[in-house]
Each structure stands twice: as structure tokens, then as C-alpha cells.
């Protein structure tokens, strides 16, 4: 079955510096990837739609300027979270589809702990 | 987006069937019902997805109610390592899935 992989699975830094977090399908092609938060005991929250070649689609709420997407290939997405803080620990997961209606693929996820 | 409705948490005994339910009273005609799962600390996982008629894998079943306004994902036999958060989302437009509070699962020996 179709794979995706997330690098580095768990990452400490200090706040204020930033963090880019890699998404990548290993056996297909991925046209959209999504970006997913997901704090402890609740639900994953959807945080970008990242379409390969154009800027990411952001949700309401979600800092764009803060949480930066490029997609620049149609196997990989990054994520870079910039001028992390403490509030920004997190577990983050991201997911990539081919087209249509079908099922989501998504990676293990990377936890952030920011000190 | 269409919502979907399941409890919070459910326990079953190990090797026994689990019926996880959900309603979604307001599916449009178009809205293809996808069940995922999520395993501590792991990315959700495919489960199973249907539009109108019963479907099987050889992870689950999932049956649709006639007129789509609930389903049931079965598990045939429940193992240990079936025990995570299940999630019963609604796509409509092949883009973004939404994740609700989905229902945790725990399996007993």
C-alpha cells in the first residue's frame, strides 16, 4: 500500500527558533497534502491544504506567516514552524491523496516539543 | 461540512465482534462515508469507506443504513491491537477530511 513518511518523527527545540518538518509519499505521487495538529487527548485539527506548484490553502485560525508549506514537489510537502514557542508543542501530521474520492494516506507524525 | 455523531469511548472483549456506530442525519446524496483509525502516538490509518451499499476488507466491514443517515463499522473479531481512536468523517469534495471526536475503542483480554 501507499506510504508516507514524516522526518524527524520527534524534535526538541528552544523557543524562538524554527523547526521544518518533511512529508513525503514514497510510492505515488501526491497532487494535495494536508497539514494536521494535534494536541494531546483531542482530535486532529486541520491546519493547511498544500497543492503542489501554488500556495497552501490555510484554515481560519492558522498563521500562515508562522506555520510556512511548500509543496515543491509531488512527493514532498514541508512544514516550518517559525519562531516556535512552548505553545507550539504539538504532535503534527500530515496526509496526501492522489485525486478524487479515495482514501488519505498519512504519515506517522512528528512531535514538537518546544522548551 | 456534514457532521458526524459517535460515542465517546466503547469496550469489547478480545476476540469478540465490535459494532462502532455513527450518525450523520444531515449526509448529502454525494457524501461517501470514510471510518480511519488512529493508534497511540500514530498517524490515523484507512479503515474502510462506502457510499450507498455495505461494503468488506479484510479489515472490517461497514454497513450503511438504507437511507445513509448512519453506518456501523464491525470489526469481526476484535484483537488487542484493534484498540485506538475510530473516526467516521463524511467527503464530499475529495479534498480535506475533517476529523471529529471519533469513539475510543478499548479491547479487554
Known amino acids: 500500500g501507499a506510504v508516507v513518511s514524516q522526518h524527524p518523527s520527534w524534535v526538541i527545540c528552544k523557543s524562538g527558533t524554527s523547526v521544518k518538518i518533511e512529508c513525503r509519499s514514497l510510492?505515488?505521487?501526491?497532487?494535495?497534502m494536508f497539514w494536521y495538529r494535534q494536541f494531546p487527548k483531542q482530535s486532529l485539527m486541520l491546519m493547511a491544504t498544500?497543492?503542489?506548484?501554488?500556495?497552501?490553502?490555510?484554515e481560519q485560525g492558522v498563521e500562515k506567516d508562522k506555520f510556512l508549506i511548500n509543496h515543491a514537489s509531488l512527493t514532498l510537502s514541508t512544514l516550518t514552524v517559525t519562531s516556535a514557542h512552548p505553545e507550539d508543542s504539538s504532535f503534527y501530521i500530515c496526509?496526501?491523496?492522489?485525486?478524487?474520492?479515495?482514501?488519505?494516506?498519512f504519515g506517522p507524525g512528528t512531535r514538537l516539543t518546544v522548551t | 461540512d456534514a457532521k458526524t455523531t459517535q460515542p465517546n469511548s466503547m469496550e469489547s472483549n478480545e476476540e469478540e465482534p465490535v459494532h462502532l456506530p455513527c450518525n450523520h442525519s444531515?449526509?448529502?446524496?454525494?457524501?461517501?462515508i470514510h471510518w480511519y483509525r488512529q493508534l497511540p502516538s500514530q498517524g490515523p490509518e484507512y479503515v474502510i469507506h462506502?457510499?450507498?451499499s455495505n461494503v468488506n476488507n479484510r479489515m472490517a466491514s461497514l454497513a450503511i443504513a438504507e437511507d445513509r443517515k448512519s453506518s456501523t463499522l464491525i470489526l469481526h473479531r476484535a484483537t488487542l491491537r484493534d484498540a485506538a481512536v475510530y473516526y467516521c468523517?463524511?467527503?464530499?469534495?475529495?479534498?480535506?477530511?475533517?476529523f471529529g471526536g471519533g469513539t475510543r475503542l478499548m479491547v479487554k483480554p
Open positions: 444531515t449526509i448529502s446524496g454525494t457524501d461517501y
Open positions: 468523517i463524511l467527503d464530499n469534495a475529495g479534498n480535506m477530511l475533517t
Open positions: 510510492d505515488f505521487q501526491a497532487t494535495t
Open positions: 498544500s497543492n503542489e506548484g501554488s500556495k497552501a490553502t490555510y
Open positions: 496526509s496526501a491523496r492522489v485525486s478524487g474520492i479515495g482514501k488519505q494516506y
Open positions: 462506502g457510499l450507498t
